[in-house]
C-alpha cells in the first residue's frame, strides 16, 4: 500500500522560503510520476510543479523560478522548495503519487504567507 507522509509548511512572512517534504512507502519514488497541488480557500485544488520518473520537472507559470521540486531516490522523498513566497502563495499543499493504477495523496499541509 503506498502511503505519503508530508511535512513541513507554517506560518512564513512575504518573501520568506519553505521547504515541505513527502516521504513515500510502498513504492520506489523514482518510478513513480510525483507532484505537488495546492488547494487555496474557497478554490479548486491546482497542480503547482511535477516531476516524471526521468528526472524531468515542470511548473505551473505563477511558480516558476521560486518553487523547485527534487526527489532524494535514497531517501525516496520528494520535496518542494518554496522561495520568495508571496500571499497568493497561501494554501493546503497536496503530495501526489502515481503509478498507474496506483493514485496517491497525501494528507496536506497548510502554508500560510502572512505579515
Known amino acids: 500500500q503506498v502511503q505519503l507522509a508530508q511535512s513541513g509548511g507554517g506560518l512564513v512572512q512575504p518573501g520568506g522560503s519553505l521547504r515541505l517534504s513527502c516521504a513515500v512507502s510502498?513504492?520506489?519514488?523514482?518510478?513513480?510520476?510525483m507532484a505537488w497541488y495546492r488547494q487555496p480557500p474557497g478554490k479548486e485544488r491546482t497542480l503547482v510543479a511535477s516531476i516524471r520518473e526521468s528526472g524531468f520537472a515542470t511548473y505551473a507559470d505563477s511558480v516558476k523560478g521560486r518553487f523547485t521540486i527534487s526527489r532524494d531516490n535514497a531517501k525516496n522523498t520528494v520535496y518542494l522548495q518554496m522561495n520568495s513566497l508571496k500571499p497568493e502563495d497561501t494554501a493546503v499543499y497536496y503530495c501526489n503519487a502515481q503509478q498507474w493504477p496506483s493514485n496517491t495523496w497525501g494528507q496536506g499541509t497548510q502554508v500560510t504567507v502572512s505579515s
Open positions: 510502498g513504492t520506489i519514488v523514482s518510478r513513480n510520476f
